[in-house]
């Protein structure tokens, strides 16, 4: 029956279109997005988006989507083959890619669809060397550069000068093939943009947009224990000078020890890389290299609509994972609180789909392969473990999960955050550290959506610990889960460039 209704929705989904014409689809992602750092959700006062306020007003906002892991490599792995990371087994930024994965863009050239890449790829250090599944290729080496990059295109490597800076670059070259794509010719474009990784650089006209702006401190940048605590000693020599107001809702004395640990570290407020950032400034600049991003999105809006294809094509925008800044006093990426596992989805297609929906539904980054396939009429390939959305876009009610699960495996470059398992329910989160002898967290989002009261240790939650670590291990072990992926790896230090931080 499930089957049945999802074939009758895609057919009335097709219905305006031409029956020999498919409909094209552009892929914009980008990294490090936080799910909330965009003008429509006001999270951000002053942050202007007004493209993806348009996608938001007029396409569908998917409220509650999540990455299967916080980390570029393991989430762009996940986001191509519809596999969880210890399934395609990239689980962090330095894995190899195994030979035999499938890349959804090779099941659209099958069906006939054009395929283009443009932008960071950065899995498994496969270089910038072309990938499989794209007839046209544009990328560089690992995280790039924001200014003057150099890009293997289809082959040929070409040295860019004179200020030009990537974001505007990688849209030029989007733009250009779109236009040159046929009419009547379906086609898939992957705009995979650097913007906006650390350490933020924002194009020269925009540089300055925010100065002075009020930061948005949340609540938990700052430690409530009282001075000369017996836990702490004397927090206000602590150097969390941000002008946050210390929050007594903030449960501290259930912070796990390695949160604590990383307050003071390259990832944390208190010694952001190393002290060579002033915090202030880092958000603001975070926002202003964001404007770029924004500004591409409305000019692939604007290609659509003066090739005419905008009527057949669906624009889809998403972030690789989240960001924090300055919640749980870190920065970066990586564990499981919200604004690291939730990123930013929008679906634009207002001649096909609803506009002014927000999509409540627990949609996750392997989700993405199977829609894609699914607005192609390809039917989802067996190994992939996500789910096409596409019928929920439309409004039909069918069966969709109720939980997300998250993984993340410690790191050698980043040894301050665990190995992290979890599992979210809409109303709890669990988050477990295995082999780390200190406590897990569990949280009620809908009465504490900043997880500021870890409610592990509470007797009257003990039941739902219980079952949500039942279903942690359940998930782990249907999926073939349960061996940790250790691989054999060729580590240099400097694999992350030589950062000129400011």
Same mark, same amino acid.
């Given at each position: 029956?499930k089957?049945?209704?999802?074939?009758?929705?895609?057919? +009335?989904?097709?219905?305006?279109?031409?029956? #020999?014409?498919?409909?094209?689809?552009?892929?914009i992602?980008?990294?490090?997005?936080?799910?909330?750092?965009?003008?429509?959700?006001g999270?951000?006062?002053?942050?202007?988006?007004?493209?993806?306020?348009?996608?938001?007003k007029?396409?569908?906002?998917?409220?509650?989507a999540?990455v299967?892991t916080a980390?570029c490599?393991?989430?762009?792995?996940?986001?191509?083959?519809?596999q969880?990371?210890h399934?395609?087994?990239?689980v962090?930024?330095f894995?190899?890619?195994?030979p035999?994965l499938?890349f959804?863009?090779e099941?659209?050239?099958?069906?006939?669809?054009?395929?283009?890449f443009?932008?960071?790829w950065?899995?498994?250090? #496969?270089?910038?060397?072309p990938?499989?599944?794209?007839?046209?290729w544009?990328?560089?080496?690992?995280?790039g550069?924001?200014?003057? $990059?150099?890009?293997?295109?289809?082959?040929?490597r070409?040295?860019?000068?004179? !200020?030009?800076?990537i974001?505007?670059?990688?849209?030029?070259?989007?733009?250009?093939?779109?236009?040159?794509?046929k009419?009547?010719?379906?086609?898939f474009?992957?705009? !995979?943009?650097k913007?906006?990784?650390?350490?933020f650089?924002p194009?020269?006209?925009?540089?300055g947009?925010?100065?002075?702006?009020?930061i $948005?401190?949340p609540s938990?940048?700052?430690?409530?224990?009282?001075?000369?605590s017996?836990?702490?000693g004397?927090t206000t020599l602590?150097?969390?000078a941000?002008r946050?107001?210390?929050?007594?809702?903030y449960?501290?004395?259930?912070?796990p020890?390695?949160v604590?640990?990383?307050?003071n570290s390259?990832?944390?407020?208190?010694f952001?890389y190393?002290?060579?950032?002033?915090f202030?400034?880092?958000y603001?600049?975070?926002?202003?290299?964001?404007?770029a991003v924004?500004?591409?999105i409305?000019?692939?809006l604007?290609?659509?609509?003066?090739?005419?294809?905008?009527?057949?094509?669906?624009l889809?925008y998403?972030?690789?994972?989240?960001?924090?800044?300055?919640e749980? *006093?870190?920065?970066?990426k990586?564990?499981?609180?919200?604004?690291?596992?939730?990123?930013p989805?929008?679906?634009?297609?207002?001649?096909?789909?609803?506009g002014?929906?927000?999509l409540d539904a627990v949609?996750?980054?392997?989700?993405i392969? $199977?829609?894609?396939?699914d607005i192609?009429?390809?039917?989802? $390939?067996?190994q992939?473990?996500g789910? !096409?959305?596409?019928?929920?876009l439309?409004?039909?009610?069918i069966?969709?999960?109720?939980?997300?699960?998250?993984?993340? &495996?410690?790191?050698? +470059?980043?040894?301050?955050?665990?190995?992290?398992?979890?599992?979210?329910?809409g109303?709890?989160?669990f988050?477990? &550290?295995p082999?780390?002898?200190?406590?897990?967290?569990?949280?009620?989002?809908?009465?504490?959506?900043e997880?500021k009261r870890n409610?592990?240790r509470?007797?009257?939650?003990?039941?739902?610990v219980?079952?949500?670590?039942?279903e942690l291990?359940d998930?782990?072990?249907?999926?073939?889960?349960?061996q940790?992926?250790?691989?054999?790896?060729?580590?240099?230090?400097?694999d992350? *460039?030589?950062?000129?931080? &400011?």
């Amino acid at each position: 029956m499930k089957q049945l209704l999802a074939a009758f929705l895609l057919g +009335s989904f097709f219905a305006a279109s031409q029956a #020999q014409e498919k409909l094209n689809v552009v892929f914009i992602l980008t990294d490090d997005h936080r799910h909330d750092a965009m003008g429509f959700t006001g999270r951000i006062p002053w942050l202007e988006t007004p493209y993806m306020d348009k996608m938001a007003k007029e396409g569908v906002w998917v409220k509650n989507a999540t990455v299967t892991t916080a980390l570029c490599s393991p989430s762009r792995a996940s986001i191509l083959t519809g596999q969880y990371a210890h399934t395609h087994t990239v689980v962090d930024n330095f894995s190899p890619l195994p030979p035999n994965l499938r890349f959804f863009p090779e099941y659209l050239q099958k069906a006939g669809y054009q395929t283009g890449f443009f932008g960071k790829w950065h899995m498994g250090h #496969q270089g910038d060397q072309p990938q499989k599944g794209f007839h046209h290729w544009e990328s560089f080496t690992g995280q790039g550069v924001y200014f003057n $990059p150099r890009l293997n295109i289809n082959g040929e490597r070409i040295q860019y000068k004179d !200020s030009t800076y990537i974001t505007d670059l990688l849209t030029d070259h989007a733009v250009e093939w779109i236009r040159k794509q046929k009419k009547g010719q379906p086609f898939f474009a992957y705009i !995979s943009h650097k913007g906006v990784h650390d350490e933020f650089m924002p194009a020269p006209r925009h540089k300055g947009r925010y100065a002075n702006k009020p930061i $948005p401190y949340p609540s938990t940048i700052n430690l409530t224990a009282k001075p000369n605590s017996k836990i702490f000693g004397d927090t206000t020599l602590l150097p969390l000078a941000h002008r946050a107001a210390s929050d007594p809702a903030y449960n501290v004395k259930d912070i796990p020890s390695w949160v604590w640990a990383q307050r003071n570290s390259w990832h944390g407020v208190d010694f952001m890389y190393n002290g060579r950032v002033w915090f202030d400034e880092f958000y603001r600049r975070y926002c202003e290299t964001l404007l770029a991003v924004d500004e591409s999105i409305g000019r692939i809006l604007q290609t659509l609509k003066e090739t005419g294809q905008d009527k057949n094509t669906i624009l889809v925008y998403m972030g690789d994972n989240g960001f924090l800044m300055g919640e749980h *006093g870190l920065i970066d990426k990586r564990n499981m609180y919200e604004e690291s596992q939730k990123v930013p989805l929008l679906v634009y297609a207002p001649a096909h789909i609803k506009g002014g929906q927000i999509l409540d539904a627990v949609i996750q980054n392997i989700d993405i392969a $199977p829609t894609v396939l699914d607005i192609a009429r390809v039917e989802k $390939p067996s190994q992939m473990q996500g789910n !096409s959305f596409l019928p929920l876009l439309k409004g039909a009610k069918i069966a969709w999960r109720s939980k997300a699960f998250y993984e993340y &495996y410690w790191e050698y +470059s980043f040894p301050q955050t665990p190995t992290t398992f979890g599992v979210r329910d809409g109303k709890y989160k669990f988050i477990y &550290y295995p082999g780390v002898w200190d406590i897990s967290e569990l949280y009620d989002l809908e009465a504490d959506p900043e997880e500021k009261r870890n409610l592990w240790r509470h007797p009257e939650h003990q039941e739902t610990v219980l079952r949500l670590r039942n279903e942690l291990w359940d998930w782990l072990e249907k999926t073939g889960g349960m061996q940790v992926p250790l691989k054999r790896i060729t580590e240099k230090r400097g694999d992350y *460039g030589n950062h000129q931080l &400011y």
